[in-house]
């Protein structure tokens, strides 16, 4: 075991309430959101911008996360996101 591993047992029993998740977004929200980064407008998230969007939002690895999502939320496997997809995917439960 190294001294810098936290465990359960050595968090403060002081601390504060745990820090709660933000609310779902709603549907109106996630529609914005997809709009925001459909850089042509077709209605598809390609994985063009999907990097893209992964870049502006500063995670690491944009393009492999790119790939993560197509290949999580691309269920009828035409290579892009579709709007009803791209909902679908962010309520999924990330811990399943």
Not at 1 to 15: E, L, S, V
Not at 62 to 70: N, V
Request: glycine share 6%; with cysteine.
């Amino acid at each position: 075991m190294f001294p810098w591993t936290i465990h359960p047992k050595n968090i403060d029993k002081g601390c504060s309430k745990p820090v709660t998740l933000a609310a779902p977004h709603s549907e109106e929200q996630l529609n914005k959101i997809f709009d925001r980064f459909d850089s042509n407008g077709d209605g598809h998230l390609s994985w063009e911008e999907l990097k893209s969007a992964n870049t502006i939002l500063g995670m690491s690895f944009p393009g492999l996360r790119a790939l993560k999502a197509l290949r999580v939320a691309d269920e009828n496997r035409d290579g892009y996101i579709s709007q009803k997809e791209f909902i679908k995917l962010t309520r999924k439960n990330p811990r399943k």
